[in-house]
């Protein structure tokens, strides 16, 4: 079974340029979440979604970040404009959201360079 | 704000030890535990979880948990170099289905 799917694995860009990261969750997977990692502040939810519904977006950064989930196989994280401290990795997971469970699987990661 | 701590290390380990990582936690409702497993340029892998207090063992990990002492372990046995990796902590948030993540501790197994 496929596990999650990320693309592209690296992009590089120049601030100010529009970057779009997308997303394929595991098959029969209601929940998805965009993390972003970097070495001072680790893994930072950004946001999170249930049954396609966005439920927690407070660790967005700011309105330059935006995240859509059109359908149950496939979400994207817009940067707009993007700045070079938006460079990081940048990671999506699924979870089958079980009643006592939450186990999350993660994606390869896409590496972002914002010069 | 619900915090989840972890030595950064490295702890340092030699082959065949037990590697002793540790983790503490703020929210008191918190019920679900899981320990990541993150290699150097790779994503995080999902190794154990852990829902009641006490210990539970896969293979050559085991998780411990105290809820009175908001506390999570996991203890390698016979530790291998190819264990060398950087564990994070990971804990729900009360009321949510949502993960907070320790920084992590790098644990370096040496030959």
């Known amino acids: 079974d496929a596990g999650v799917i990320q693309s592209p694995r690296h992009e590089v860009t120049e601030m100010g340029q529009e970057v779009t990261l997308r997303c394929k969750p595991i098959?029969?997977?209601?929940?998805l979440f965009w993390y972003r990692q970097t070495m001072m502040r680790g893994l930072e939810l950004l946001i999170y979604f249930n049954n396609n519904v966005p439920i927690d977006d407070s660790g967005m950064p700011e309105d330059r970040f935006s995240a859509k989930m059109p359908n149950a196989s496939f979400s994207t994280l817009k940067i707009q404009p993007s700045e070079p401290r938006d460079s990081a990795v940048y990671f999506c997971?699924?979870?089958?959201?079980?009643?006592?469970?939450?186990?999350?699987?993660f994606g390869p990661g896409t590496r972002l360079t914002v010069t | 704000q619900k915090e989840v701590e972890q030595n950064s290390g490295p702890l340092s380990v030699p082959e065949g030890a037990i590697a002793s990582l540790n983790c503490t936690y703020s929210?008191?409702?918190?019920?679900?535990f899981f320990w990541y497993r993150q290699y150097s340029g790779k994503s995080p892998e999902l190794i154990m979880s852990i829902y009641s207090n006490g210990d539970k063992e896969d293979g050559r990990f085991t998780a411990q948990l105290n809820k009175a002492s908001q506390y999570v372990s996991l203890l390698i046995r016979d530790s291998q170099p190819s264990d060398s990796a950087t564990y994070l902590c990971?804990?729900?948030?009360?009321?949510?289905?949502?993960?907070?993540f320790g920084k992590g501790t790098m644990l370096l197994v040496s030959p």
């Open positions: 990971a804990v729900t948030n009360s009321g949510y289905s949502t993960l907070t």
């Open positions: 098959s029969g997977h209601n929940s």
């Open positions: 997971a699924s979870s089958p959201l079980y009643s006592t469970g939450f186990e999350q699987y």
């Open positions: 929210d008191r409702g918190s019920q679900s």
